[in-house]
């Protein structure tokens, strides 16, 4: 309890602007930038923009060698005072791999694990839960989702009961590559949940027009998924332009996963990105694409403008 | 937006190239040096069938098709996608698929037909599969504990039996023990593709020309029986 206080603390200052890195001593670099965080909007505690998703970059089995190299990208992640780490029991051993790395590294006081809970439901969401902490080695997550919004009703249902009874402190439903919007968007309006992830990026905008606003007015905290477009986006960026120098006077954008990643936490709506790396590089520039400054509106416009002139 | 056309292969592929590989070659490094015993096996079976020992190449064949199902797919495929465990009952199925056609006798090929462009399709995608997984190591420039070998991993399985089936089998029989390898060759295609692996398309073209070969021996029966 003592360590949940202190966490609920830290975040807050956190929120105040304190550097992030504080989160996990020995490992902050003196010239990690200051990650922003954004209040979900539900409790108030504070979030960095920056998160990490797990999808096929942690799934990695029983490899001793992708073990180790997975726990220096997890490792990179809270040295620079990273916060969400998002996955799912459809990543295959993606679990595993975060309970052998947070097992090596020790559980950092910034961490706000999010896991998912999946069809079919018939009754085993609080087994599913139980079992996913474990291959964490956590006692329990901070925010469970349901994934891509199979069997919701039930799900949802027995997530309420455990956050009531404080196993879990957030709950929420996801979805990606656009499908389900519609059921996704009565969900959210109707029903009370803490947490919304959707895909969201520079070339995926559909959700600008009703989810975004939707979440802003509901005070549901969005997760933008699929950052980089599964990395196809940002690969095919680096491989064919240069970033354009007009980014790097007006928002310090030096890399393209600046000019993504800060596009997407921007968006007044948005709590936090979520790119998956198997690289400890990548993971760095991530982060750094968390600092300020970021774009105003009108140069949001002429980021998609750019983007799409390409 | 229709949900199914928002889904690309890639939804379905949930581990990334290097640790496929990495895969693949921790398969070898563990089970050296059983490859070159189960290289033996295989040209052992492909020789048996062409000499119409049909129930003896597809009897040697059964036990590789367990320890894929097992070793392969159960024991560390599954650990990346969960349909690892699925795909090894399946290995297991087809290798008592083979015993049985083994001990009945049931769909096997004499060696009167031993010439037929069948049976000569057949020894080259036997081949494909006995020689050109393992060569594309060196031809990598990789080493050779990444080679992937009949026996061991389940490309050149599935490609070396396939060209068995083609040379030991016929009829309904043929088509029915073709069709795991096939499927898997096909959906082992399309993950190397999303890998981006260079090989992808040699594992495509093996497959179509496999199909090409059993739909045309099966037009020639089927006139032969004037049906």
Not at chain 2, 102 to 115: C, D, I, K, L, Y
Not at chain 2, 182 to 204: H, K
Request: aromatic share 10%.
């Amino acid at each position: 309890m003592e360590g949940k206080l202190l966490r609920r603390q830290f975040l807050k200052m956190l929120g105040a602007g304190v550097v992030s890195a504080w989160g996990f001593p020995g490992l902050a670099s003196a010239q990690s930038p200051v990650l922003l965080s954004k209040p979900i909007p539900s409790s108030g505690e504070s979030l960095p923009v920056i998160g990490m998703g797990t999808w096929r970059t942690f799934n990695v089995g029983n490899d001793p060698e992708l073990l180790a190299a997975r726990t220096q990208v997890l490792k990179a992640f809270f040295a620079s005072g990273g916060g969400l780490v998002d996955s799912s029991p459809m990543y295959g051993s993606a679990a595993d791999t975060l309970g052998f790395a947070l097992k090596q590294l020790g559980i950092p006081r910034t961490l706000f694990s999010a896991e998912k809970v999946w069809s079919p439901a018939g009754g085993t969401t609080r087994e599913q839960v139980t079992s996913l902490a474990e291959r964490w080695g956590l006692k329990t997550f901070d925010l469970v989702q349901v994934h891509n919004l199979d069997d919701w009703q039930e799900h949802l249902a027995v997530l309420r009961e455990l956050k009531a009874s404080g196993v879990i402190r957030y709950l929420g439903i996801t979805t990606s590559h656009g499908r389900r919007h519609q059921e996704f968007e009565q969900v959210v309006a109707s029903t009370e949940i803490d947490f919304a992830q959707m895909t969201y990026n520079i070339t995926h905008r559909e959700v600008e027009a009703r989810l975004l606003p939707l979440a802003k007015e509901r005070g549901v905290a969005v997760i933008a998924n699929r950052p980089y477009d599964g990395g196809s986006l940002i690969k095919g960026l680096k491989r064919r332009e240069k970033v354009p120098a007009w980014a790097a006077e007006e928002f310090g954008c030096r890399t393209w996963a600046d000019f993504l990643l800060k596009f997407i936490v921007s968006h007044p709506a948005v709590n936090c990105a979520i790119p998956a790396t198997s690289r400890v590089e990548h993971m760095n520039e991530n982060m750094a694409a968390g600092a300020a400054p970021l774009p105003d509106a009108k140069t949001r416009q002429k980021m998609v403008a750019y983007i799409e002139s390409l | 937006m229709s949900e199914w056309n928002s889904y690309q292969i890639q939804d379905f592929v949930p581990f990334s190239a290097d640790v496929y590989f990495r895969m693949l070659e921790r398969m070898g490094e563990t089970f050296w040096p059983l490859q070159l015993f189960t290289l033996a096996v295989g040209v052992a079976a492909l020789l048996l069938a062409l000499r119409g020992k049909s129930r003896v190449a597809l009897l040697l064949l059964a036990p590789v098709w367990v320890f894929v199902g097992v070793a392969f797919f159960a024991q560390r495929y599954a650990n990346l996608n969960w349909i690892g465990q699925i795909l090894g009952w399946v290995w297991i199925a087809q290798a008592a698929l083979l015993v049985l056609l083994a001990a009945t006798g049931r769909g096997t090929a004499g060696p009167v037909e031993s010439h037929s462009a069948n049976n000569i399709t057949g020894v080259l995608i036997s081949l494909v599969g006995l020689l050109m997984f393992p060569l594309l190591a060196p031809v990598l420039d990789t080493s050779w504990t990444q080679a992937e070998v009949f026996g061991l991993h389940p490309d050149p399985t599935g490609v070396v039996s396939l060209g068995i089936f083609m040379i030991a089998l016929r009829g309904w029989a043929q088509w029915l023990t073709c069709l795991v390898p096939l499927l898997w060759i096909t959906l082992s295609a399309l993950t190397l593709q999303v890998l981006e692996a260079p090989w992808w398309g040699a594992l495509f073209a093996v497959a179509a020309v496999a199909v090409g070969s059993l739909i045309g021996q099966s037009r020639v029966v089927l006139a032969r029986s004037g049906r």
